[in-house]
């Protein structure tokens, strides 16, 4: 058979991957024929389609033609790099272990090099090992190329080299990083038809490729199968599911895998991943995530989780009422010297509120007034909610406070106002103005507006014009300042009972100290006096500007009124003025 010749394109891919490597041959003569100018270091980053780009010809035998590539361009002289010369003292098996290891670093300019010192200098034939090699070494992120692992499997079919099972598992490592779904599919496909087993290797390798693909109910269902099939799982692909699952906001899968992880080996997980775990289960609010990653690192000290974190655990504390570790989350905080703010005691009292645990509730408002922090009303309704929820439990609270009381805690006047409120929300106004009378044996400093501003509006619901004015007279005894929810009960008390007088006298105080009353109070104010024929109705109407209402209407209706009066016909007040006007 006469020689195959090498066509000029084979030769220049030859010279450009010589070039390329790093420990490769550097021709120092360039040929003389002009379409085999084209070596230079500038194509650094071409890449071998493999051996069959040295062996391309008719002939059978591809190392033949290699022997006759070294004959026919005697006039190309390549001088060995120092790391060839170090290849040369090495025997083919020491080659060949070196190019498996090279390869499964990733190295694919290095690889080819030495594929090509071992077909061209050492005699190989192409064989199945070197292949494996050149696919392997595409697992580089940079460098490899799911589309070079392709072409030379395909190579390795037209020169009919058979795939062993260790070529189908490089391919599945390169498609784990450089993902292609039908071609991994048709290399699955190949392994079964030829009763190939995949090794633990090839198993996460297939499960991480499913992953990058974003099919993750595949990739689970091919994890439950690898534990079904007793394949134990290695921690970097546990790591990289349960990343993938946070990620997606799937906090009960990412869970359940970290749950049966660390019943196969407790320290198996690394901190970052409980790290991830209850920062992304606290921000979705997930309480038995949230709970089973603070047990297992914080309680011991295992994880330190930052201000931020311990705020997202504490409203998922306090969504779902776990008042244990909403406490926790406190002492976390206070061991580092946190200083808390209002809201921050506000949710702790929502948590343990949300619970039915209302005495540690109350004991809270202690700790906020040792603390200098003055509880809200709004801070407090949790409490009275859950105490209006049974009529005994009111008395409990009181029972509660006074122990505290004994034992030397501060018991705050919110606290107090807390069992008041849930009495007059109970319907029983009676036994409110009782406890208000023992107020000062159960809280030192007494009441306060809060107090009083509750007892009013109660009056006005009972219709107990005296016991408001009684409230009133002991609020200005004790020289504390009324609110704007003050006067509105007390006007509105006094215009139940008809008393115009009165509550005209309190609607003049309002405005003398800076309030200014709603528009309901107005139109309310102006249809009671109307009634009793009092002429100050005008005043009022006319003042109604200061609460965008519009006067004018108010007042012609006030003079229809008077005119239907003088007659004994009556009239309503019309629609239009009953609106309140924007600015």
């Known amino acids: 058979m006469p020689p195959a010749t090498i066509s000029p394109r084979t030769l220049r891919h030859l010279r450009r991957s ?46 033949t033609t290699l022997r006759q590539l070294s004959s026919q361009h005697r006039n190309v002289q390549l001088c060995p ?32 090099a030495l594929v090509h010192h071992l077909v061209r200098d050492r005699g190989q034939e192409p064989n199945a090992r070197l292949y494996d090699a050149l696919i392997h070494s595409n697992v580089d992120p940079a460098k490899g190329s799911v589309d070079e692992i392709r072409s030379l499997f395909g190579e390795m079919r037209d020169h009919g080299i058979t795939s062993d099972s260790k070529i189908y598992h490089s ?30 290797e090839g198993w996460h390798s297939l499960v991480a490729g499913l992953l990058r693909d974003r099919m993750f109910e595949r ?45 196969e080996d407790e320290d198996s997980a690394s901190v970052g991943m409980w790290y991830a775990l209850l920062d992304r289960a606290s921000a979705c609010y997930h309480h038995s995530g949230t709970v089973y990653a603070w047990r297992k690192q914080v ?6 989780p930052s201000d931020g ?30 200083k808390f703010q209002p809201y921050e005691y506000e949710a702790l009292l929502e948590a343990y509120a949300m619970s039915g645990d209302y005495q540690t509730a109350l004991t809270i408002l202690s700790f906020m007034k040792d603390a200098g922090q003055e509880p809200q009303p709004l801070s407090t309704r949790s409490i009275v909610q859950v105490l209006c929820e049974d009529r005994e439990r009111p008395l409990q609270a009181l029972r509660h406070l006074r122990s505290l009381g004994k034992n030397k805690r501060t018991v705050p006047a919110a606290a107090v106002n807390c069992i008041i409120d ?104 102006v249809r009671g006096m109307a009634e009793t024929r009092d002429n100050r109705a005008f005043d009022v109407a006319k003042a109604a500007q200061d609460v965008h209402i519009d006067g ?4 012609r209706w006030l003079r229809q009124e008077w005119a239907r009066a003088q007659t004994g016909r009556t009239g309503l007040m019309p629609d239009a003025i009953s609106a309140p006007l924007t600015a």
């Open 18 to 63: 010589l070039i390329a490597v790093e420990g490769g041959f550097q021709p120092l003569v360039v040929p003389v024929r002009s379409h085999d100018i084209y070596a230079s270091s500038s194509h650094r980053s071409w890449t071998c389609r493999g051996i069959g780009s040295l062996a391309r010809q008719p002939s059978k035998n591809p190392s």
């Open 81 to 112: 790099r120092p790391e060839h010369s170090a290849w040369a003292a090495l025997s083919t098996q020491q080659l060949y272990e070196r190019l498996d290891a090279t390869a499964a670093k990733g190295r694919v300019a290095e690889t080819q």
């Open 171 to 200: 391919i599945l490592k390169v498609l784990a990083i450089h993902p292609d779904y039908l071609f991994r599919n048709s290399v699955l496909d190949e392994m079964r038809q030829r009763w190939f087993q995949l090794t633990p």
């Open 219 to 263: 990739a689970r269902d091919k994890l439950d199968e690898m534990r079904r099939e007793g394949v134990p799982v290695e921690g970097w692909l546990q790591d990289v599911f349960i990343h993938h699952m946070l990620d997606r906001d799937e906090i009960d899968e990412s869970l359940h895998l970290l749950q049966q992880r660390t019943l």
């Open 299 to 304: 309680e011991p000290n295992h994880l330190i």
């Open 309 to 338: 974190m311990c705020m997202k655990v504490l409203h998922t504390a306090v969504r779902h009422g776990d008042t244990d570790l909403a406490a926790d989350v406190f002492r976390v905080l206070g061991n580092r010297g946190t």
């Open 422 to 525: 849930s009495y007059v929300k109970l319907g029983d106004l009676t036994t409110a103005s009782e406890l208000y009378q023992r107020f000062h044996t159960v809280c030192e400093s007494g009441p306060n507006t809060e107090t009083f501003d509750i007892l009013i509006g109660a009056c006005r619901l009972d219709d107990a014009k005296e016991r408001a004015l009684f409230f009133a007279s002991e609020m200005r005894a004790m020289k504390l300042r009324p609110t704007k929810s003050t006067y509105e009960g007390l006007i509105l008390t006094c215009l139940k009972r008809a008393d115009c007088r009165l509550a005209h006298m309190y609607w003049e105080e309002s405005r003398d100290v800076g309030f200014r009353l709603g528009p309901e109070l107005h139109i309310k104010l």
């Open 552 to 555: 004018l209407p108010i007042r």
